[in-house]
T-cell receptor
């Protein structure tokens, strides 16, 4: 069974540019999560999808971040315009159920904003 | 509030010895804890979990202990091997935080001496 995949693995962009990250969850997992780790700090929750609906987006830092999951399969996370403090590693995870179910993480996308 | 924290940012152990990684949490209502292992270039990988109605849970070479009185949990790795080198995160996924988002601690980097 394929795990969670993320693309790209690395991205280097300049401040003010736009970047779109993609996550493909484990097949059959309705729940998809985005997390990020910036500047050596803790991994922080960003948002949670159940199928195509946003269940919890309390961790989204500001309106420069837009997450979508059209069709309830893969998800994208767009940062527009990117700022220096957005640099970090963005992780995607998926789970079959919602409440306290094991979340399986992808390898992450390493984003560097110059 | 919600928080988990690790006691030491780094830990070095001799190959073959047992490793003990400690973690504390602040909210007595926390009811579900998870340990993740993150190797270089990869995402967090689930190791073992424990619910608040248990004091101890064992897996393959790993044991998690939960002391609710002092709000402390630990991960014990028996006969540490070079492949155990990684950053270990304690995390919680409790009902009061919607039971969908995982709250991570800061991580302990485990290194193995030959």
């Amino acid at each position: 069974e394929a795990g969670v995949t993320q693309f790209p693995s690395h991205s280097v962009i300049e401040k003010g540019q736009t970047v779109t990250l993609r996550c493909d969850p484990i097949s059959g997992h309705d729940n998809l999560y985005w997390y990020r780790r910036v500047m050596g700090k803790e991994i922080k929750f960003l948002l949670h999808f159940v199928k195509e609906s946003k269940q919890d987006e309390s961790g989204m830092p500001n309106n420069r971040f837009l997450a979508e999951r059209t069709g309830g399969t893969y998800s994208t996370l767009k940062v527009q315009p990117a700022e220096l403090e957005d640099s970090g590693v963005y992780f995607c995870a998926s789970s079959h159920g919602t409440s306290q179910e094991t979340q399986y993480f992808g390898p992450g996308t390493r984003l560097l904003v110059l | 509030g919600e928080s988990v924290g690790l006691h030491l940012p780094t830990l070095s152990v001799q190959e073959g010895d047992n490793s003990i990684i400690n973690c504390a949490y602040s909210n007595s209502a926390s009811d579900y804890f998870i340990w993740y292992k993150q190797e270089s270039g990869k995402g967090p990988q689930f190791i073992i979990d424990i619910r608040s109605n248990m004091d101890k849970r064992q897996g393959q070479r790993v044991t998690v202990l939960l002391n609710k009185t002092v709000k402390h949990l630990s991960l014990q790795i028996a006969a540490t091997q070079p492949g155990d080198s990684a950053v270990y995160f304690c995390a919680e996924n409790s009902w009061y935080s919607s039971a969908s988002k995982i709250i991570f601690g800061s991580g302990t980097r485990l290194s193995i001496r030959p």
